[in-house]
Structures are given as structure tokens and as C-alpha cells.
């Protein structure tokens, strides 16, 4: 990671810092195998140099962007970077205060607390990572406001308080126009740095295609970063929805057609078949069309 952020230009004062960090604050070997090994890698040294800044001075950070600009893979590049222990948080329905602290539970034969992720997190000097976090409902923003105050401690009823170890932080993504999103609070946001995720150009697609397939043509390399550019501009212009607009799911098809798949098919398991509506799976089958013939075989997509 550290040789990645040298390559990627990251400013040598940060990398120096990080570094530092690192060899400073250390993770119980129980806890080695929360560290994040990431796959991928987040391209942008402006976003990396902002979030470095942020959090070597102890500030949480909020991570906002449209889908599939590498908001969770930034995340986890970040605890990686950092070497601190993840835990995360997917908000939805049914995430409340108990899920973040802890519940009460039975173990040999008294009553005592399981923990949860953010009372763990705490706890160890781990990075929290808040997924969607517009999704939360109110008992869980209450924790939230509490474990992100400048006083660093998170008091919970009938327990001891939580002092919140040097090396926490907490790092919060969001989505706007998911289903069951909602704007956050004054109080909530304020208590964040806010970096606002730009969405993919060109050039950074094909370096994360290039980084996952070394030996995809430079034709297909091509072809496949103007399928998902197309899609992403149809959307943007609400002539779709978001739902093929998925990353995650060219990446798919494309390891899909590296074991021999065909690209048509491919493509239908990770992007067309992504949306259930027939006018807008007509508009999405006639963009792949231009972008990947339907007689190509899988052998071509790869130099050899």
C-alpha cells in the first residue's frame, strides 16, 4: 500500500506521517485479521491526500459520491493505509443502538454485555466504517452523535463509559437517491470532513481495469470503460435508472469471459441483467451492442 501511495503521487510528508502511525500504535494480534487486505485500489491522489490529512489529525471523515466511484473501496484502502483493524457497519431497517454497542446475553450464568462494532471498535483502535450511513434510523444516529463528539467517550446506560482509544476513527459513506436514504442532520455532518467523490472519468477506468486485468487488450480495454462511461451518462441523463450503471459488475463479467465465458453472456450476468424493466433493458442491450459484438469470443478480449 505504501509503495501504491509513492506511485500514486501522495504527498511524501503524508506518507511519512502514515508511516509513523503506523510503528506508533500497534493491534492486538486478535485483532490482525480485521486489517483489510483490499483486492482493488482507490485512483486519486487528491481524495488520497485529502483523507490522509484528515484523518493523521484525528478527524472522521464522510465519504459522499454517485454509485460505483470506489467509496467502500476507498474505506478499506484507508484502514489498510493505516493498518488498523475495520469493523463495518451496513445500515439498513433493522441496524439500532444495540447493534452498535452492544446487548445484554447469557454466559456462564450471569448476565454480560456482547459487545458490538462500534463498543469493539472503540475499544481497539479500530476505523469504523459506516456504510450508507443515510440509511440509519434515529436510535442509531443517537450513538453516532456520541462516539463522533470532539469529547471522544460513549456512555452507555448501566455500563461503563467508553473512552474512545487515540487511533479510532470513523469513516462514513453515503449515496444520495438509494430507497430509504434521508438527508443527515446539521449536527451529524458537522462533526465530519466531508470529501465529495467525483464521478469515474475514462482515464481512471481504465486504470482500475488495467490494475485487475493485466492482460486485457488495449481494444476491449477500451471498449469495456466506454460501455460503463455510456451507461453512466444515460443515467446521469435519467434515460436509465442506476441499476446497470455497476462497476462491481463489469469487473464480474469480465473475470467471467478470463475463464472462457462468452463476453456476450458475460456481460448479460453483470450488467443487463442487473435492471428488470424491458424499455430500459432494450436501451442497455443496444449500448452493449455498439461496445461488444455478440460473435466475439473470449479469446479476443485478452492479449496472449
Known amino acids: 500500500m505504501i509503495e501504491f501511495l509513492k506511485e500514486h503521487g501522495v504527498k511524501d510528508r503524508l506518507i511519512e506521517d502514515l ?4 510503528g506508533f500504535y500497534k493491534v492486538k494480534d486478535e485483532h490482525a485479521n480485521r486489517i483489510p487486505e483490499p483486492k482493488m485500489f482507490y485512483f486519486g491522489k487528491e ?25 467502500n473501496v476507498l474505506a478499506d484502502n484507508l484502514a489498510c493505509a493505516f493498518q488498523r483493524p475495520a469493523w463495518t457497519v451496513s445500515f439498513h431497517v433493522n441496524t439500532d443502538s444495540s447493534s452498535l454497542i452492544g446487548t445484554d446475553t447469557f454466559e456462564n450464568n450471569q448476565v454480560v454485555m456482547r459487545k458490538g462494532s ?11 466504517i459506516f456504510d450508507e ?5 434515529n436510535d442509531a444516529l443517537a450513538v453516532l452523535h456520541s462516539a463522533l463528539d470532539h469529547r471522544k467517550i460513549i456512555d452507555v446506560p448501566g455500563y461503563q463509559k467508553i473512552n474512545l482509544h487515540e487511533s479510532t476513527r470513523f469513516i462514513a459513506t453515503m449515496n444520495h437517491g438509494y430507497a430509504g436514504t434521508k438527508e443527515l442532520n446539521e449536527a451529524l455532518v458537522s462533526r465530519f470532513m466531508v470529501i465529495d467523490i467525483p464521478p469515474l472519468n475514462k482515464e481512471k477506468l481504465k486504470l482500475i481495469l488495467k490494475n485487475e486485468f493485466h492482460n486485457l487488450s488495449e481494444d476491449y480495454l477500451e471498449q469495456f470503460a466506454g460501455l460503463f462511461l455510456d451507461l453512466q451518462l444515460k443515467s ?8 446497470p450503471v455497476d462497476l462491481r459488475g463489469l469487473i464480474g463479467a469480465v473475470k467471467s469471459m478470463r475463464r472462457g465465458l462468452s463476453p456476450y453472456l458475460a456481460i448479460n450476468m453483470g450488467i443487463l441483467g442487473k435492471t428488470f424493466d424491458d424499455f430500459e433493458k432494450q436501451i442497455v442491450a443496444d449500448v452493449i451492442k455498439l461496445r461488444v459484438p455478440k460473435d466475439v469470443k473470449s479469446e479476443e478480449i485478452f492479449k496472449r
Open 19 to 22: 508511516i509513523h502511525f503506523r
Open 133 to 137: 450511513i443515510n440509511m440509519a434510523k
Open 118 to 128: 462500534v463498543f469493539e471498535c472503540a475499544e481497539n483502535g479500530g476505523f469504523g
Open 47 to 71: 481524495v488520497w491526500n485529502m483523507s490522509l490529512s484528515a484523518l493523521l489529525e484525528g478527524e472522521h471523515i464522510l465519504i459522499s459520491g454517485p454509485k460505483a466511484t470506489g467509496k
Open 236 to 243: 446521469q441523463n435519467s434515460e436509465i435508472s442506476t441499476k
